[in-house]
């Protein structure tokens, strides 16, 4: 009997629904507003791991560079922000009033012509998805028509993360260098530093992470999220049927970009600053164990996986700081080694039977996402 493929079958539905209470009703209830702004922290990187389950989990392109996009999005931003930090009542003690202060420390007396669009808040909005989609889209032009993949393209996206940090750290003068763009206060005159900002930030974060998971869900249940699990497991057989699998695979990954480009926006919002340290191959690697440890195959799972693995980081860090990198190794080997569809994986052999007993139709709705969160062996 063929299987039904809807946008959002009762379990979808219950799975949001759970993850919207927690979010938006739960978080804002127990938390001060202090470990709230931490966790919305924690949510930004959220938008990365659902775009690696779309690109790894569901295409089967291991993506080792997605901080690259992150902070793609984040400098856009923070560009924005800087310059309205920077007007010429508040740098009036510098040598050249009017430009940031990484750039009158460096002796640069003018604004680059490239810094000048992000004045705009409408463009930097724009540039903030623009910028990271060309560059990924470049990238996988490169890679994907030249049937570059597996553990190859793996290695090209952690390299293009490393010469990126490096670039950005050796133009001190135009990037703020290895502290990265900080001193952030204004999104328009309305002060982004207060709780009241930071708590309102927290939720217009949640609310965007929900319309990427409702991109996510629609692009899994669609044909073409059934062609990438075709092409994920059998991509010769997907080639000569005659679809372009190199096309298929820009366009997820420039989406998967584009997602954690949102990600990266938000966070210099959220936090307040942004520097190469988000945006090299230890943020990079540690996205893609937020979505093994969520589970690779589950958009819900990724976002469950980003808010366990940072909350174990800030708790095990503040009292063991120096082991945090090597728990979190291990952390990643026991993930892979004994679960490796990770919470989901868990969830879904071990708690779900037990709840099908009780919920007629479960079973129907299970069924229906059987072919898509299996691979192939």
Known sequence: MPIKHSFMTRRDLVGYAILAAIIFIVFPALLEPFRLNLFGKYLTYAFV???????????????????????????????????????????????????????????????????????????????VIVVPVVFSFIIGVAMFRRRVG??????????????????????????????GITDLRTLNGWDIRTDEAKTLLYFVNGGLLFVVLLIAQFVRKS??????????????RVRFSGYDVANFKIFIFCLGGAFAAIGGAMFTLQVGFMSPSFVGIVPSIEMVIYAAVGGRLSILGAVYGTLLVNYAKTSFSESFPELWLFGLGALFIAVVMAFPNGLAGLWSE??????????????NDTAASTAEKTPAE
């Open 49 to 127: 791991a659902i775009g690696l389950v779309l690109c790894w989990g569901v295409g089967g392109i291991l993506s080792l560079g997605q901080g690259v996009f992150f902070g793609l999005g984040g400098y856009c931003m923070a560009m924005f922000l800087k310059l309205e930090a920077s007007s010429p009542e508040n740098t009036a003690i510098q040598s050249t009033p009017g430009i940031p202060d990484f750039m009158d420390w460096n002796q640069i007396t003018a604004l680059p012509w490239w810094w000048e669009p992000f004045n705009s808040l409408a463009f930097t909005l724009v540039a």
């Open 150 to 179: 597996g553990v190859y393209f793996a290695i090209i996206t952690q390299a293009i993360a490393a010469i990126l940090t490096i670039l950005i750290i050796g133009q001190q003068g135009f990037t703020g260098g290895v502290n």
């Open 223 to 236: 044909k073409l999220g059934r062609l990438l699990i075709a092409m994920r497991d059998q991509e010769d």
């Open 350 to 363: 071990h708690v779900e039977p037990r709840l099908m007993r009780l919920w007629p139709g479960a079973a």
